[in-house]
């Protein structure tokens, strides 16, 4: 099957994103910073942001529960640039060049309502995304099929004329179990080779 659309995951694919990068600044120990992040604001506490909740609704509870940590608890929202490290090494060139060749090009993301605007406006290569499926706004989040079948409605190519990339072993294994042609994302080696295998023309 002639891959004909490549769809990307964004978080630690194109955007290197870390809630460490924030807190790492807001606490004067690794101790006292991976606790919070352990134990306070966590990554399962974070998937209803990612499910549609918005952020002022669900930290309501956790600042009761920890009022003493109201500041950190906020700067979620507010401090979600400084989660940033710029873009993943290789991402970027990759996106240009598939532009470059008129490869269509769509986003498949687990992420806030809150971030998508602060994404597209900080990351160059959002321009080249034709349509971009949040979970946020589907309430529905990866690996769960729905989203995939989401994704398959929205774009016009059938699954296996899509490549997609994702950093998480079971949104990839989901994807493959749904039909598309899905890749483990690796780092720049492994994603040019998986682009060129597929004869896309990516520059090295």
């Known amino acids: 099957m002639t891959t004909k659309a490549v769809l990307w995951d964004l978080g630690n694919v194109l955007l290197d994103w870390s809630p460490a990068y924030l807190y790492s600044k807001l606490f004067a ?15 399962e506490w974070h998937a209803a942001h990612d499910r549609g ?17 109201e500041d950190a608890i906020r700067a979620w929202e507010t401090g979600f640039e400084q989660m940033l490290n ?63 079948r989401i994704a398959d409605a929205r774009l016009p190519f059938a699954p296996s004329e899509v490549l997609f990339f994702d950093d998480r072993e079971a949104n990839v294994s989901a994807a493959r179990a749904y039909g598309f042609d899905a890749e483990l994302f690796t ?6 080779s998986a682009l060129a295998n597929r004869g896309l023309l990516v520059s090295a």
């Open 29 to 43: 120990t690794d101790e006292e910073c991976r606790h919070f992040l352990d134990n306070v604001c966590t990554m």
């Open 53 to 69: 909740v918005s952020m002022a609704e669900n930290r309501i509870a956790l600042i009761e529960a920890h009022p003493h940590l």
């Open 86 to 148: 710029g873009a993943i090494d290789g991402t970027p060139q990759a996106m240009d060049a598939l532009a470059a060749s008129g490869i269509p090009q769509y986003a498949l993301t687990n992420l806030p309502a809150e971030w998508v605007e602060p994404v597209k406006r900080l990351y160059p290569q959002m321009a080249h995304m034709r349509d971009i499926i949040v979970s946020a706004q589907e309430g529905v989040i990866k690996p769960d099929p729905k989203i995939y």
């Open 187 to 192: 780092g720049k080696a492994a994603l040019h």
